[in-house]
């Protein structure tokens, strides 16, 4: 069983390269977790996305979604940007501005891209909007550091990180239920 990624090529719109993962235990975006969030990420050249919907077991207080988990989606989109790059990275910061309650229940669009790299620091932003109104309901900024190739490969073999061919870009799939994609190294 593998999970996929779909990666739209620079210039394509409609048709995209496809990668695929084996099954992981990342919270944020690993098939193998079942308390986790169960992301699927979808990534372009320096930038990833994911749409999906908190269950009330995600919940801070009553309605709406804990900052911690609202935190570990914008982490994900923005580690993921990377990935668009074919770079692997890990977070050495990251701030989170939280503009508005994170409803719980509601499609959220959480989108991340990188800003900035310098050698082995990427900089990064991203954000989480409700999806029908596209109101901004938490900014956030990050910084990673990128994998020294050894180890870029490693993660790569670990995870059996391949391209496995051009294929339609997914559509939204909600919280990822049906298939998950990739790591957060």
Not at 57 to 66: K, L, M, P, S, V
Request: charged share 20%.
């Amino acid at each position: 069983m593998t999970s996929e990624v779909t990666q739209v090529a620079a210039g394509a719109a409609a048709t995209g390269e496809r990668f695929e993962f084996e099954p992981h235990n990342c919270f944020a975006c690993g098939t193998l977790n079942t308390s986790g969030l169960a992301m699927l990420i979808h990534v372009e050249p320096g930038r990833s996305w994911a749409e999906l919907a908190l269950e009330s077991r995600f919940e801070g207080w009553e309605g709406i979604a804990h900052g911690g988990i609202v935190s570990t989606i914008l982490d994900e989109v923005m580690a993921w940007a990377l990935v668009g790059e074919d770079n692997w990275g890990v977070t050495a910061r990251l701030a989170v501005d939280f503009k508005k309650p994170v409803p719980l229940g509601t499609v959220l669009r959480a989108e991340g891209w990188i800003s900035r790299s310098r050698r082995r620091l990427v900089e990064t932003e991203a954000r989480v909007v409700e999806a029908s109104t596209g109101a901004t309901l938490a900014p956030a900024t990050g910084v990673y550091i990128a994998a020294d190739a050894a180890r870029k490969r490693e993660l790569q073999e670990r995870y059996r990180f391949r391209r496995v061919g051009v294929g339609v870009t997914s559509a939204n799939r909600g919280n990822g239920a049906s298939g998950s994609s990739g790591t957060n190294p």
